[in-house]
């Protein structure tokens, strides 16, 4: 036969009330699972970022990074509050940027290429005035779509006369009308040339001396992002880049301009980060909160509740006397209660006759006797006889009888 749970007394076994304990904690957990899960599932993927440097998707410089890392040099970044130079950097690289330069920026800048850094400056935009202003060079706005460039110098001796280009994309040339000092180095070829004009070029790569330093002009497109690196040859121009520097040197990247303050503190770094800036800590957040209100609902609480400071009632001298009265009662205690009822006599007494009340029981009697007015013979044999009942060690019914008698004598006598 099955064994069959017997319900007794309207009692429930032990096993269903163990199992109602693990209710709430599991449902938490379950909670806590759903709000993971539609995080993640709601949360739309990141949009690609230009210039991101750990990014692998075409306009993403993850390739170029690790390239010079594969290549022994020190890749940092130059992010945090403030726009800070390394001193060890060698080779700094500058693209089109979100936080635009300062004038101070830009000059402290052109001092580090004038000390004999080497400055990779792509672009810049056109609002951004400090950068053209301080190096002369800035983007041509027409649009071209030739196909090909061709090395102005011989940057490369050993490399291709031309180089293609994504022709389907259109490319910027560099003005540099303000910059006699800037040599170009890469131009634009039409399809009916063999080589660029000499004259008016179609410049999209040059090189301007500054001091001990020099800076590399390069357009949008000529950027060394991931796909131009794959599909068209431009490692080749990444490497006369490098002859200008020491090997295995410091190359910084100017990601505190390149994001602006969007990316300022961006790295997780605490528990606060995590839960403010993740999926999983959103989520936990709204376990959280969903756990307090079902606490809140549930009428749980961390401890037993306490009474507010306004209901809680000083006890009355009744209540103390009451309490005492019951000790001694249960304590079978009697000697001091008829000593102190003895004591009540005598004091009550000498206050109306002007005797003294600490005498002795006899002593006291005889000074009674010889008070004016005088007690009668009755009252005094009534004081002599609760005064005796009260030395005998009376029990709880005598000792109550003796009480009344002496709150009598104390009314009869004034």
């Not at 970044?77 to 080779?91: H, K, M, N, S, V």
């Not at 540099?176 to 070829?189: H, R």
Request: no cysteine.
């Amino acid at each position: 036969m099955s064994e069959q749970v017997v319900f007794r007394g309207g009692r429930f076994p032990a096993v269903f009330y163990s199992m109602q304990a693990w209710m709430t904690p599991l449902a938490i957990a379950a909670l806590f699972a759903l709000m993971i899960l539609v995080a993640l599932a709601t949360t739309p993927p990141p949009e690609p970022i230009p210039y991101d440097l750990d990014a692998a998707h075409p306009e993403g410089l993850l390739a170029l990074r690790l390239w010079l890392e594969a290549l022994g040099y020190d890749v940092r970044r130059i992010d945090g509050l403030r726009f800070e130079i390394p001193e060890e950097a060698r080779l700094i690289f500058v693209y089109p940027n979100q936080l635009l330069y300062t004038a101070e920026e830009a000059e402290r800048l052109q001092r580090w290429v004038e000390a004999g850094g080497t400055l990779a400056l792509i672009g810049p935009d056109h609002d951004d005035h400090a950068l053209i202003k301080t190096f002369g060079v800035k983007l041509n706005p027409e649009l071209r779509y030739e196909r090909q460039f061709a090395q102005l110098l011989p940057l490369l001796p050993e490399g291709r006369a031309a180089y293609s280009r994504d022709w389907l994309s259109p490319i910027q040339t560099l003005d540099l009308s303000e910059a006699p000092q800037a040599i170009p180095a890469l131009a634009l070829l039409a399809a009916l040339e063999d080589i660029p004009s000499l004259t008016n070029p179609k410049a999209v790569v040059a090189v301007q001396a500054m001091g001990e330093g020099v800076v590399w002009h390069f357009v949008p497109g000529i950027d060394f992002t991931n796909r131009p690196l794959q599909a068209f040859g431009q490692g080749e121009l990444l490497l006369a880049l490098l002859r200008t520097i020491p090997e295995r040197s410091v190359v910084a990247f100017d990601s505190y301009h390149l994001f602006g303050f969007s990316r300022v503190g961006e790295r997780i770094a605490t528990l606060q980060d995590w839960l403010y800036r993740t999926p999983t800590g959103w989520a936990t957040l709204f376990a959280l909160i969903g756990t307090g209100v079902f606490w809140a609902l549930s009428g749980r609480r961390l401890g037993p509740p306490l009474a507010p400071v306004e209901k809680m009632h000083r006890r009355e001298a009744a209540e103390y006397v009451r309490a005492m009265a019951n000790l001694y009662r249960r304590a079978h205690v009697r000697a001091a209660l008829a000593q102190y009822h003895a004591h009540r006599l005598k004091a009550g007494l000498a206050r109306r006759r002007g005797t003294r009340a600490d005498l002795p029981d006899e002593e006291f009697l005889e000074a009674l006797a010889n008070t004016a007015p005088p007690l009668s013979g009755v009252q005094l044999d009534a004081v002599r006889s609760v005064l005796r009942g009260l030395s005998e060690h009376p029990d709880e019914r005598r000792l109550v009888e003796l009480a009344n008698r002496i709150d009598a004598l104390l009314e009869s006598i004034r």
